[in-house]
């Protein structure tokens, strides 16, 4: 067939927009149901410790309260695979703003209302949840997230550091930083006899069902987990959370279906966060520039309830060339809400922190911070040895170079001024791994000539319905409008979540497999289809998930250009500029959404979102959107993706790498890098604050001692 | 973004029970409530309303017009933005029942009959203008909001204060980021977002 090699990187239209534009999609909050019931969770007041009692009768006497649920009352369930699900179950109060209760009510009202007036008493313990890169009870774990080993070492770092002719010893903070996708985390249950179907906010339902049924103790048959629309995730959807456990176990109780919509603040406690993390790099290098010794230490925290370690020295094992080579990992486990996955867990602010170094190390040299980079690119990954699939840092690099303008650059800091704004402009660095996993999907030929795909994925926004679309019209030939897809529905299959930049690549994959084969079985089909029409199943497990004798992953460089106010410290992020090397770009028009979001929040990390662990009461102090300040519109005046064709036969099928996180890895970096370049201070702790940087721009204009004098 | 709550500008109403928990020894059986009638999107409707219930909630709950989002509940994120009067506002933060005699246009009332978009959704849909889609229909709202205010010579907080007081208020990128920042968009297609307003602009 003809005129269809073009729909794969085509930049086609979302198949859902137009629900999404007349407010007709729907999310998990938004299935009503006859005589569906609403909860609202109660958290726990105190930071460490447990509930003595429960005192539920002053919310049961309010109109509309049916049900309030408590460790006293709720049915018991089998251990989860997360600790952090076992809500409702102990006394045990692990940190502030665990749910320790759930008011389930006729309306919203009648819930809220019930919730602030069940009495709760505890038992409070002295509670520790403050993190320093001291902390007596930091430890070496034997993995940091992801699998990775905790520590590698290659070569002698700190012989190589001792005789390098430039040395460089930096610290950097990152906070704890909160993903607050548009949509809170909501789950509505519904049992029929012994039959649970949720619609849950969730980036994959197979890992819903999988925990829902060993919890509930049930086949994984009985449960249906649907997630049609998902208000974005960034990671903290990407396993079941709270709001489904207590939904399903609502239901169980009252017999009727329940929507559990978490309160936006109640999210940062309860949903997983960013965990702060502490960077010592030290950077050894020749008068040519060349990395002697890179090593990168980074100690953060995690809860008491499980171990989650941000593996934010890992993007060191990958990017430069050294032939001495440590990374590293402490955690301190404190009586904090638990970390996990917020986009680009580990190489976010692994990378701002590295990246920055770079910059460091650049200025202490006099080199170009682009030739800087160009000059320590490996030929083989660092860490594993292992030759890269495809590398095409340096061409992004060169790439931006001339988008930006880079060239016309004074590199003196401090430089550029127009009245009172100081003007620069920074670059740096991004990777993310290519990650893929085993998925099954089916492609059915209907008599009326249309297809019909089914695959278990999930659109958290990405796009995924319509690429897996695309991908299946290439495979099969066929235009793009001729294919169905249904998505979504633990029914359909086992997939992996949309998340690790691989739903694409993984979901996308067995939709091949099984559009190829569904077209063997059409070309050796002759007359009219059956009724029921002619269908091919495939399942990646061994194929998808095989070693690869390559390091697979995508790259970027990012370059900004700043403003910072002289007067109110304010910074403003004029032009962000991102190129990247991400295999086959298979959407034009989504992949480019899903870049610019990405350096979007990285705008927003560099500059504005700031949490804090209250060490009195022990829990996020920026707890909500007034006071956890994500980017809004007058903060996002110019950003720009472009990408660079690459070529990568060593990938999938479609030959795509991932695109959803590598957009915010480096981004920070490089407006703190412009930041440095516009008035030659070097902060080393996020976010850029007005506070922060007018505090500095004084003390750099006027010494201490000298203010006021 | 203009949250002023509309005034209240209908018949008095029957309150349906007065008592307030707060002073009496024992609870009422039903909250407070009073009959309301709203006009949305064009049709009326009189529903018995609990004091406590929002707009977002009503829109929601009680008509099942689910295009206005629930984003935070605070007045924080716009993401429930709908009309109130032909004036933009946060649903979130309007009790229904201070709305009587109201005019409420939601995203589901912008669409003209039949397959017809609004040119503000068409110009969303053409610039990609969204990702995950919680936003977008306080987006759309509230811009359809701003190009009124705007029209209707409203200064911003970025308007040069030499513009005539009362003339329409030309609307640059920097006026459309500023007027829409009330809306927060957390998957980042602020660029996209500002693109679709300029189209309807031109």
Not at chain 1, 428 to 450: F, I, Q
Not at chain 1, 585 to 606: D, E, H, K, P, Y
Not at chain 1, 627 to 638: E, G, I, Q
């Amino acid at each position: 067939m003809t005129g269809t090699e073009t729909v794969l990187g085509a930049p086609v239209e979302r198949r859902e927009g137009r629900e999404k534009v007349t407010g007709t999609a729907r999310y998990a909050a938004e299935y009503d149901a006859v005589g569906r019931a609403q909860a609202w969770p109660v958290p726990a007041a105190v930071a460490r410790g447990r509930v003595t009692g429960v005192d539920p009768s002053p919310a049961l006497t309010l109109p509309g309260v049916l049900a309030v649920l408590t460790h006293e009352n709720a049915p018991r369930l089998a251990d989860p695979q997360d600790p952090t699900l076992a809500v409702l179950q102990s006394p045990h109060v692990p940190h502030r703003g665990w749910f320790v209760g759930l008011v389930v009510g006729e309306t919203l009202e009648a819930a809220r209302a019930g919730a602030a007036a069940v009495r709760v008493t505890y038992e409070a313990e002295d509670h520790d949840v403050t993190l320093t890169a001291d902390h007596p009870e930091a430890y070496v774990p034997d993995m940091a997230n992801g699998g990775f080993p905790a520590v590698t070492e290659h070569g002698d770092p700190d012989a190589a550091f001792a005789s390098s002719a430039t040395r460089l010893d930096v610290e950097y903070r990152v906070p704890p930083l909160h993903n607050h996708p548009m949509e809170p985390h909501t789950s509505t249950a519904r049992w029929d006899g012994d039959r649970l179907t949720v619609h849950s906010s969730s980036q994959g339902t197979t890992a819903v069902r999988t925990e829902l049924a060993s919890m509930f103790e049930l086949p994984e048959d009985r449960i249906t987990v649907l997630a049609e629309h998902v208000g974005g995730g960034f990671g903290s959807k990407g396993t079941p959370r709270a709001d489904v456990v207590l939904a399903a176990l609502a239901a169980r109780t009252t017999g009727r279906p329940v929507t559990v919509a978490l309160p936006r603040r109640y999210l940062p406690a309860v949903v997983g966060h960013r965990a702060p993390t502490l960077h010592r790099l030290r950077l050894g290098a020749d008068a040519g520039g060349r990395i002697t010794s890179l090593d990168h230490e980074v100690t953060t925290h995690t809860s008491r309830v499980k171990e989650f370690v941000e593996q934010a020295a890992v993007p060191a094992r990958v990017m430069y060339a050294a032939d001495a080579l440590r990374t590293s990992h402490r955690v301190a486990p404190l009586d904090v809400p638990t970390p996990s996955w917020m986009r680009a867990p580990g190489e976010c602010p692994g990378m701002y922190a590295l990246e920055s170094a770079m910059d460091e190390l650049a200025t202490d040299l006099g080199i170009d911070p682009v030739e800087l980079r160009i000059r320590n690119e490996p030929e083989t990954e660092p860490d594993s040895g292992k030759p890269f699939s495809s590398r095409n840092l340096v061409q992004c690099l060169r790439e931006g170079v001339r988008r930006f303008g880079w060239a016309d650059r004074d590199p003196r800091p401090g430089s550029r001024r127009a009245g009172p704004l100081l003007v620069g402009s920074g670059v740096a660095a991004a990777t993310y791994p290519v990650l893929v996993s085993p998925c099954a999907a089916s492609a059915r030929a209907l008599p009326d000539g249309d297809f019909l795909v089914r695959v278990n994925a999930t659109d958290i926004g990405t796009g995924a319905r319509t690429v897996c679309a695309q991908i299946a019209a290439d495979a099969l030939g066929v235009p793009l409008d001729r294919v169905r897809i249904e998505v979504a529905d633990s029914g359909i299959g086992f997939a992996p979540m949309a998340g690790g930049s691989s739903g694409t690549a993984s979901w996308g994959w067995s939709v091949h497999e099984a559009c190829v084969r569904l077209g063997g079985r059409l070309a050796g089909h002759s007359g009219p289809l059956p009724g029921e029409g002619i269908v091919a199943d495939a399942d990646t497990s061994g194929t998808a998930d095989a070693d690869s004798p390559f390091a697979r992953h995508a790259f970027g460089a990012h370059f900004a250009e700043v403003t910072v106010d002289t007067v109110t410290g304010e910074v403003r992020v004029t032009r962000l500029l991102g190129v990247f090397a991400a295999g086959r770009i298979l959407n034009a028009r989504t992949a480019r959404s899903q870049f610019v979001g990405g350096m979007t929040m990285g705008l927003g990390m560099a500059l504005t979102e700031d949490s804090t662990v209250d060490p009195a009461f022990g829990d996020f102090t920026e707890c909500d959107l007034a006071s956890y300040h994500v980017p809004a519109h007058a903060d996002v005046a110019d950003v720009e993706a472009h990408w660079v064709d690459e070529e990568d036969a060593h990938l999938n099928p479609m030959g795509s790498k991932g695109i959803g996180e590598i957009g915010i890895v480096g981004s920070a970096a490089a407006v703190g890098n412009a930041v440095h370049h516009a008035t030659g201070i070097r902060f080393r702790e996020l976010p850029l604050t007005p506070h922060r940087v007018l505090t500095a721009l004084l003390e750099h204009e006027h010494p201490a001692g000298m203010l006021g004098a | 973004m203009d949250t002023r709550s509309a005034q209240p500008h209908g018949p008095s109403r029957k309150v349906i029970d007065a008592m307030d928990s707060q002073h009496e020894g024992t609870a009422p059986a039903s909250p407070p409530r009073s009959d309301t009638t709203l006009r949305v999107n064009g049709k009326p409707h009189t529903l018995t309303v609990d004091h406590r219930r929002v707009l977002l909630d009503l829109l929601r709950e009680d008509l099942g017009l689910a295009g206005a989002k629930k984003g935070c509940d605070h007045g924080q994120c716009g993401a429930c933005t709908v009309l109130v009067d032909g004036r933009r506002a946060n649903s979130c933060l309007l009790f229904a029942v201070a709305l009587d005699g109201c005019e409420i246009t939601t995203v589901e009332g912008l669409a003209g009959d039949g397959e017809e978009l609004h040119p503000v959704q068409r110009a969303f849909l053409e610039r990609d203008a969204f990702q995950c889609g919680y936003c977008t229909p306080g987006q759309i709202c509230s811009a359809i909001g701003a190009l009124a205010e705007a029209a209707a010579g409203h200064p911003s907080h970025v308007t040069d204060p030499r513009t005539p007081s009362g003339e329409p208020v030309p609307l640059d990128r920097e006026e459309i980021r500023e007027r829409l920042s009330g809306n927060i968009c957390r998957c980042g297609a602020y660029p996209r977002i500002a693109d679709a307003v300029e189209d309807v602009i031109s």
